[in-house]
């Protein structure tokens, strides 16, 4: 199959302004929310935004998978498929803080190679795609490159998200590790990983294809490393109930190798 990414690109990008007005307006006047099955909150803008930019891709995209977090898979068996976080970080968004984003991701062949973090109220944009270099704003972007994990910055979810003594343990071997650390970041770290203003970003084995697709070429885009905690790559998963094994991001391929060996034990 051939196809030009720069279409793609600026389509993932109007679709990233369409979540950006959405969501300003929305955050300007508060948000009720709902919890669904998993104790998770939802709420009607993360709904109104999916099903606009899913009405969108099929109009401009009828031949184009979709896999979004509200409303499911269609199509996910195609080549090119769509992933869709609305609103990353609802529990931020609910709670007024302005620390949550749209996660836009296309996948090609289960590969992700165009990806946006669109953070609506700091009003930054994190654009990746295969090839080419990460930008923000339209400004292009590269990793920091700290030398060793005594001097990174790391941004990590809470201690709570790494269950099981495994992920535990690798959480609290490379925190204790490196320079210093910020906790919940969410989507935003991502951004200031690409940015250089942090080196590390930690997640545990609670994530979902539409939680990190759209991350993977914006940090490699940017000079940066993803995996799963076992270095393993980070793919489209079709499964709604299938999860990460931990997500470690990082500002080098030689960092990343460290940060492997931090958390692993090795």
């Known amino acids: 199959m051939t196809f030009e990414v720069d279409a793609f690109v600026a389509f993932a990008e109007e679709l990233a302004a369409l979540a950006r007005d959405r969501a300003r307006a929305a955050f300007a006047g508060g948000a009720a929310f709902t919890t669904k099955s998993d ?17 969108l891709i099929v109009a401009r995209f009828p031949d184009h998978g979709i896999l979004g977090e509200e409303y499911g ?8 498929v769509w992933v869709l976080d609305p609103i990353d970080g609802t529990k ?16 090609h062949e289960g590969v992700p190679i165009v990806g946006v973090v669109e953070l609506p109220v700091m009003q ?7 090839g080419r270099p990460t930008t923000l704003n339209g400004r292009p972007v590269r990793t920091r490159a700290p030398r060793d994990l005594e001097s990174c910055v790391m941004s990590a979810a809470g201690s709570e998200f790494y269950r099981g003594p ?16 910020v ?21 545990g084995a609670n994530l979902s294809t539409f939680d990190y697709c759209a991350y993977v070429p914006v940090v490699e885009g940017a000079g940066g490393a993803i995996s799963d905690w076992h270095g393993g790559p980070l793919r489209l998963v079709i499964d709604p109930a299938a999860r990460a094994a931990g997500v470690v991001a990082t500002a080098d391929l030689r960092i990343h190798a460290l940060a492997l060996d931090c958390i692993n034990g090795r």
């Open 39 to 55: 104790g998770s909150p939802v709420t009607e803008l993360d709904q109104a935004i999916e099903r606009e930019m899913r009405a």
């Open 73 to 80: 898979t269609q199509g996910g068996e195609r080549d090119l």
């Open 92 to 107: 931020c968004f609910a709670a007024g803080l302005p620390t949550f984003g749209s996660l836009i991701a296309l996948c």
């Open 124 to 130: 930054h944009r994190c654009v990746g795609a295969r």
């Open 166 to 181: 495994a992920p535990r343990a690798g959480f609290d071997r490379l925190s204790a590790r490196t320079q210093w650390n």
């Open 183 to 203: 906790y919940g970041g969410g989507c935003v770290s991502y951004a200031s990983l690409a940015g250089g203003y942090v080196d590390i970003c930690l997640e």
